[in-house]
Each structure stands twice: as structure tokens, then as C-alpha cells.
């Protein structure tokens, strides 16, 4: 090799020395102040419980604050956008749940793009629905209700926390490709959606399982199907919608962090790692169990996955289900 090839050789390593001595050192040090963690929705929801739960794990082991903003209002459009607007210096960080999937498709603007604004960090947890009825409802199975919902169109009614919640597009997930002729009744949260149901003011309704787990245990809601790709362990007994023979019908509420596009992919990885390793102790997994979730902790490719393949999914749903977009 000659003189000149071994100068501009190791100028190059030089140059590449230069580039990744300051990554290795601030995926080191970071975080060295405290982290802001936003999450679009008011305390004491199922989201904010878990954020505060992996918050208050990172702040222990990493030595630094990371400290919970609620944000709520629009459908959550309001700590996204908030997050989007935040510098990319690895000190804000975003929780989302699927309103950050759905609501490209229900507003007529958002003041954010989900893919440009956010690079991904992990999906923490998941949780699925129950599908249920009120006891009344003769139906014992999936196959069954479905007959049933055939044989009595426009008679059958289903609750839902509100329009444009994962329970309404579970609901319209369900009924559009079986043709189903079931009227959607929107309500003020899902406390009132699942006891209307309990009631039997509504014969059916998909309930986040840590919502609707206590009313099936109680007896005073029966579950037909859980949303999810298996069994869950709370209730090994109720199948999933597709050994009940309807695919395609996975909904899970999902838990996810979010940071500022362009923050250093160190601390993006150094995030993913710790939470990674909280949600893998015992005292977390079973604290999220109890919640009704299961862990998840993907790597930031596969969460970034998740995202870009739900948009397109939930925007048909929303627009075959024709459901009017919010100003």
C-alpha cells in the first residue's frame, strides 16, 4: 500500500473516530437533567398508569428524574402535538396509545405528522378487548352470536367509550366484513359504556380487558372472544375471534414511547434497553399482569413496524365504516 493510501486511510478512521467517540459518550452519560415524559391523556387512565410505572423504574435506575406531564384533550392531538414541537435533544420523550394510530383518520388536520415528527423507542405493553354480552343474550359462542346478529338485523347494539375509540373500531372491525347489521352506541367513557351493558340497555360491547375483566369474572358479563392473537392467561378459557372463526380481528390497546425525530439514536437505544430490562423483572410483569397488559418491549425497528403497518389499517376501517371526521 502506498503513502498516500495509508495517509487517506487513516484519515478516514480518524474522521469515523471522531464521529462515534461523542455517540459512545453521550449514550454513556445520558440522561445527566431530568426527562420529561408527556403523555396526551388526564391521570389514572390505563396509559398514564403504566408511563408512571416505567418512569418511576428509569428514574431508578438511571439517576435521573423522569418526570410525568398529562396533556389531555383532542383525542390526545394536544401532548402529541406539544412532543412534536419539543427539541430533539433526547429530554422529552412521548407516551402514545392508538388514538397516535387512529387519529390521522378522524381529524380533518393534525398538528403533527406521525411518521416525520417521532422516531420510535419501544412498544412497552400490550392489552386486548373482550368481546361480551350481557347475560341475556342467548348466544354462547362467537358462531352463535353471529347468527343471531344475522337473524335480527338493526336489533343488536354495542357500547363503546366513545366514537372513534379502539372499542367503536373494534366493533366496526368486526361487523363490516361479515355484513353485520349492529347499531354502535357511543358513550362518556367506558365506566358508563360497560355498565349499560351490565344493564342490558345494550346487549353487547368490546371492553379493554382490565375494564370488563372484573364484570365477566363477576358473572355479570359474558365473554365471547378476547382480540388478541392468543389466549389470554386471565382467561384461558375464552378463545381468540379467530378460533371463534372470524380472522383479521386483533385489537390491542398498545402502550408505546415515542421521541423527537432526530434524537441521537444512542439514547433511543439506551431507552429501549432499560425499558427492556424494567418490564422483564418480576415486579413489573407482574404489576403489569395485574393491569391486564403484557409486555412487549420490541426494539425501535420493530415498533416503528407497528406503526407504519396500523395507519393504513385503521384509516380503512375508519373509512369504510364512514365514520365523519372531527374539524
Known amino acids: 500500500m502506498g503513502r498516500s493510501c495509508r495517509s487517506g486511510l487513516a484519515a478516514a478512521i480518524a474522521v469515523l473516530w471522531v464521529a462515534l467517540v461523542p455517540c459512545a459518550a453521550n449514550a454513556q452519560s445520558y440522561p445527566n437533567k431530568p426527562v420529561?415524559?408527556?403523555?396526551?391523556?388526564?391521570?389514572?387512565?390505563?396509559?398514564?398508569?403504566v408511563a408512571r410505572l416505567i418512569a418511576q423504574h428509569l428514574t431508578n435506575n438511571l439517576g435521573q428524574q423522569f418526570y410525568i406531564e398529562n396533556h389531555g384533550g383532542a383525542g390526545g392531538n394536544i401532548g402529541i402535538a406539544l412532543a412534536a414541537s419539543a427539541p430533539a435533544d433526547g429530554y422529552t420523550a412521548l407516551i402514545i396509545s392508538n388514538s397516535f394510530i387512529f387519529n390521522p383518520s378522524l381529524y380533518t388536520k393534525i398538528p403533527y405528522d406521525p411518521i416525520k415528527d417521532f422516531a420510535p423507542v419501544t412498544g412497552i405493553a400490550t392489552s386486548p378487548y373482550l368481546l361480551t354480552v350481557t347475560p341475556s343474550v342467548p348466544a354462547q359462542d362467537l358462531k352463535e352470536f353471529i347468527a343471531m346478529a344475522r337473524a335480527n338485523p338493526g336489533k343488536l347494539s354495542y357500547a363503546s367509550s366513545g366514537r372513534g375509540t379502539p372499542g367503536h373500531l373494534a366493533g366496526e372491525l368486526f361487523r363490516l366484513p361479515l355484513g353485520l347489521d349492529i347499531v354502535h352506541v357511543p358513550f362518556n367513557g367506558g365506566g358508563p359504556a360497560?355498565?349499560?351493558?351490565?344493564?342490558?340497555?345494550?346487549?353487547?360491547?368490546?371492553?379493554?380487558?382490565?375494564?370488563?375483566a372484573p364484570h365477566v369474572k363477576a358473572g355479570k358479563l359474558r365473554a365471547l372472544a378476547v382480540t388478541a392473537a392468543t389466549r389470554h392467561p386471565s382467561f384461558p378459557d375464552v378463545p381468540t375471534m379467530a378460533e371463534g372463526g372470524v380472522g383479521g380481528q386483533e385489537v390491542e390497546i398498545m402502550v408505546g414511547l415515542l421521541m423527537?425525530?432526530?434524537?441521537p439514536q444512542p439514547m433511543i437505544d439506551r431507552l429501549q434497553q432499560e425499558i427492556a430490562k424494567i418490564t422483564a423483572t418480576p415486579e413489573v410483569a407482574e404489576r403489569l399482569t395485574f393491569l391486564g397488559f403484557s409486555r412487549v418491549a420490541n426494539t425501535p425497528a420493530e415498533f416503528g413496524g407497528w406503526i407504519k403497518t396500523e395507519l393504513p389499517r385503521w384509516s380503512k376501517v375508519i373509512e369504510d365504516a364512514k365514520i365523519q371526521k372531527t374539524q
Open 194 to 212: 360497560i355498565q349499560a351493558t351490565v344493564a342490558g340497555h345494550v346487549q353487547v360491547s368490546f371492553n379493554a380487558l382490565p375494564t370488563g
Open 260 to 263: 423527537r425525530a432526530g434524537t
Open 36 to 49: 420529561r415524559v408527556i403523555v396526551p391523556f388526564t391521570p389514572g387512565g390505563s396509559t398514564d398508569v
